[in-house]
């Protein structure tokens, strides 16, 4: 015996009703009100402090290089290596950590070409750099080694020297910082303040700067002659700049 299964159709009344619960859902979805930005803050004060040191410079850069041409790479790359190895020699029989430190440059040949494209010789350089502390003995390479010429001179700060000197002027930026925070935030009626955030920037002044150029730059030193050095000083200088909550 089969049996139907009969489906009764859902009444008006009901449809309705779920209608409007739809309907009133979607108003509210659309009477909700939109999620408010963050009301500015109150009572912030930004504030920037700077303290700047001038600092002798202890460390002395002396740049020497030389050029060689031939017909072919193998004995340019030989005349070179020559070279550099007599200024090597030179060098580190004066060489002493963090006085005299010696070191090879760039090292490179390349091609000559001709009127019409091909290649007509080759012609390559090469660097050595001593840097240090003993700027006399430093200088005194430049009259001692002839196999180079002389390229650049440049002065500037030790790490340890420049590390120092930062210390000693952030504290002095710092408070500098804090002091301002003090007055002003009385200034404007607070009893005290907290920071809200900070940032400590210091700059790159005492790096190496270059020495004037002089007649001798890119030439011979004869006579053993040392390089005259005049070192001056360079600047430090450290920025403390952020935001305080007056209280």
Wanted: glycine residues 10%; aromatic residues 4%; positive net charge.
């Amino acid at each position: 015996m089969n049996t139907a299964v009969l489906h009764r159709p859902m009444s008006t009344r009901r449809l309705s009703r779920g209608l409007g619960l739809a309907t009133l859902g979607v108003l509210g979805l659309q009477a909700m009100p939109a999620w408010a930005e963050p009301a500015p803050p109150v009572g912030v004060l930004t504030l920037s402090a700077t303290a700047t040191a001038e600092v002798p410079r202890d460390w002395m850069t002396l740049s020497f290089s030389v050029t060689r041409e031939g017909a072919d790479a193998a004995g340019v790359q030989g005349q070179l290596k020559q070279a550099l190895d007599a200024a090597l020699a030179e060098a580190r029989r004066v060489a002493r950590p963090g006085q005299v430190e010696p070191a090879s440059g760039g090292f490179s040949i390349y091609p000559r070409y001709g009127s019409k494209g091909q290649i007509n010789g080759w012609q390559g350089s090469t660097q050595l750099v001593v840097a240090g502390r003993d700027m006399a003995a430093i200088a005194q390479l430049s009259g001692r080694i002839s196999s180079m010429a002389i390229a650049g001179v440049q002065y500037g700060l030790s790490r340890e020297a420049r590390e120092a000197a930062e210390a000693e002027v952030t504290a002095q930026a710092i408070a500098r910082f804090r002091a301002q925070a003090d007055v002003q935030s009385r200034a404007f009626g607070y009893a005290g303040w907290a920071v809200r955030e900070v940032q400590v920037m210091a700059d790159a002044a005492g790096q190496p700067m270059p020495a004037p150029r002089v007649a001798m730059a890119m030439a011979k030193v004869a006579d053993e002659s040392a390089l005259p050095t005049e070192a001056g000083k360079g600047t430090v200088s450290v920025t403390v700049q952020g935001s305080v909550q007056m209280k």
